[in-house]
């Protein structure tokens, strides 16, 4: 505090100084001009009691004119500089301590478009770490939401497990749930860890070319024992040899993931269609169901983090596969889009350029 107003004593006294010799340049060159002009042309001599006399007077009117302008300059400053600056200031300081709903309000008056400008750059700012914090705080939420469940069911079973009268039959059902929650669970590290990794551009794609059609068909196989015990009907339409330019690790998740919903969300007795086709440029792949489909409120939202529609088979799920995929597809600039219709079924389309 004390470090401010010296500061400010030595500005007043800087400004003093500097209102003193201009005016006074000023001022003493008209006298001067005036003085000589007169004498001149009216034949004037100045004694040095004269000039002495015009000296003081030119002093004090300097320093009266000096006074006046600092004053006002002082003033101008103070309304024109140190109080919007102190507004921004103040501002940017709740924003440090974490209060991201702090703005700069906008200010009025003459000369403010600089400091509106700087203020609308801070509350841009402010918005953006904002919405970082939600995204943040949300997922950690999440994350521990989503533990929490497996968790429970693993402790559930250990404590049943620890029962000395069990058949063997009760053995293998509680070490089967145990293994089931740890699954679960593990699965959805290894989702977070990808999607993180893809967030945070660690994974570049490795791009090479390959044979689309064979990769869906390799992938859909491996559930073939699901749509067998589902008794789920199997449709395929698949152009060959539609060859792609992409990472094939990385495609290989998206065509898991919409795979694995489709037989999820698909009763028994149900269909799943899969298609390729292609033009010169683009590979459209289309994973059709005629499962329980979903509201378009529920569409939404599908390709965010941890969310989870239907929630009575959200046991098989954590709600970040659909989030993975998007944001593969957004690393290979395709385009995934989803038609639906409750009790229906749904139809996802992934639209993908070959080069
Ligand atoms: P999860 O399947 O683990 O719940 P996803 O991110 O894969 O998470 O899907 C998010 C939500 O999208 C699901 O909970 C579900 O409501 C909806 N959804 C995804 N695929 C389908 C589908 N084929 N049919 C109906 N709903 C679906």
Redesign the pocket.
């Known amino acids: 505090m004390k470090k401010t107003s010296v500061k400010g004593a030595l500005r007043i006294i800087n400004n003093f100084i500097v209102f003193f010799l201009t005016i006074g340049f000023a001022v003493s060159c008209c006298m001067m001009l005036f003085l000589s002009t007169m004498g001149d042309s009216m034949g004037l001599t100045y004694t040095a009691e004269n000039i002495a006399s015009a000296a003081k007077i030119t002093f004090i009117n300097v320093l009266i004119l000096t006074l006046i302008f600092a004053t006002i300059d002082h003033i101008r400053r103070k309304v024109n500089v140190d109080r919007p600056a102190r507004i921004i200031t103040d501002t940017t300081e709740k924003i440090m301590q974490g209060d991201f709903s702090a703005r700069v309000p906008n200010m009025h008056g003459a000369g403010m478009e600089g400091f509106n400008r700087i203020g609308e750059a801070v509350n841009t700012m402010a918005a953006e770490l904002s919405s970082v914090e939600t995204l943040r705080t949300d997922f950690i939420a999440n994350v521990s939401h989503e533990m929490k469940t497996p968790l429970a069911v693993m402790q559930n079973y250990g404590t049943l497990l620890q029962s000395p009268d069990l058949s063997e039959e009760e053995r293998i059902e509680y070490a089967k749930g145990v293994t089931d929650a740890s699954r679960r669970m593990a699965d959805m590290m290894t989702n977070i860890l990808k999607l993180n990794r893809l967030e945070n551009q660690q994974i570049y794609p490795e791009i090479s070319e390959y044979d689309l059609g064979e990769q869906l068909c390799e992938c859909l196989l491996q559930y073939e024992s699901i749509w067998e015990n589902s008794e789920i009907e199997i449709d395929t339409e698949i152009e060959e040899g539609v060859m792609i330019k992409a990472d094939a690790e990385l495609l290989n998740h998206v065509w898991n993931?919409l795979f694995s919903?489709?037989f999820?969300?698909t009763d028994k007795g149900g269909k799943v269609s899969v298609s390729l086709s292609a033009t010169e440029h683009h590979a459209v792949v289309k994973v059709t169901?005629t499962?329980?489909?979903?509201s378009p409120e529920?569409g939404a939202h599908?390709f965010e983090k941890f969310?989870?529609?239907?929630k009575s088979?959200?046991v098989?799920?954590?709600?970040?596969?659909?989030?993975l995929v998007k944001r593969v597809v957004d690393i290979m600039k395709g385009e995934i889009s989803v038609e639906?219709d409750v009790g229906k079924g749904?139809t996802?389309t992934v639209r993908m350029r070959r080069t």
Request: hydrophobic residues 30%.
């Open positions: 993931n919903n489709a999820k969300f169901d499962g329980c489909g979903m529920v599908i969310y989870q529609g239907d088979r959200s098989q799920g954590n709600g970040l596969g659909l989030a639906s749904s996802f």
